[in-house]
């Protein structure tokens, strides 16, 4: 498996590949994490080492993002998501490597923390916790504790009010 950042050639595949990740065979319409994606692209929070993209023999079978979010309007934290694995490929550590890969950039980068909306269960191996419980809000408290955070630094990370990118729109 190789890691790289995305291009913009990728798009296309990315977002194709992010559709069939989150299908919902009950659902009509493409799911949101599709939209979402494509907002993200041009938006003010986009940055573009936080879109890294796997690939097997060539062939892209996952992609994660992370977009600059705010805690309190001016602390920067990095919001990540959608992660997307092909589902053919699924279970075999793609989105273990991808969720490796954004964290060490973002330790490179002297990032404070990532936070996400997510199942605990999944993402508690990487160290993620309850975002809330260490005083990170979000914008909808009922997200409980699917509402996660790692911190990345040795210091207590301040407490506040979190909002991701713009087109999350939360
Ligand atoms: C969730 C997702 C990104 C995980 O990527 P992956 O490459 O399949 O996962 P990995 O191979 O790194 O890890 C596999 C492990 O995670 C577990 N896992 C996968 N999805 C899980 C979930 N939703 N809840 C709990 N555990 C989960 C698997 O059971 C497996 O456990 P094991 O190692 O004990 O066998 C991928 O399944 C996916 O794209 N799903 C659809 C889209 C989605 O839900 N994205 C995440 C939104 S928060």
């Not at 990315?14 to 493409?30: G, K, N, S, W």
């Not at 600059?68 to 550590?93: F, K, N, T, Y």
């Not at 969720?99 to 993402?123: K, M, N, Q, S, W």
Request: glycine share 10%.
């Amino acid at each position: 498996m190789r890691l790289r950042s995305e291009k913009p050639a990728d798009r296309q595949g990315i977002r194709d590949l992010t559709v069939r990740a989150f299908a919902d065979p009950d659902a009509a319409r493409e799911p949101g994490e599709a939209t979402l994606l494509t907002e993200l692209y041009t938006c003010e929070g986009y940055l573009p080492e936080y879109s890294v993209v796997a690939e097997v023999n060539g062939r892209l079978v996952g992609h994660a993002i992370a977009t600059r979010g705010w805690l309190d309007g001016d602390i920067p934290l990095l919001g990540l998501g959608p992660l997307s694995v092909e589902p053919a490929h699924q279970s075999q550590g793609v989105g273990t490597a991808l969720l490796t890969e954004i964290r060490d950039r973002a330790v490179e980068h002297g990032e404070r923390a990532i936070v996400l909306l997510g199942e605990p269960d999944y993402y508690r191996r990487f160290g993620y916790a309850p975002a809330i419980p260490s005083g990170i809000i979000p914008s909808d408290p009922s997200w409980g504790d699917y509402f996660l955070v790692l911190n990345l630094s040795t210091m207590p990370l301040p407490k506040g009010n979190f909002r991701y990118a713009e087109p999350f729109g939360v």
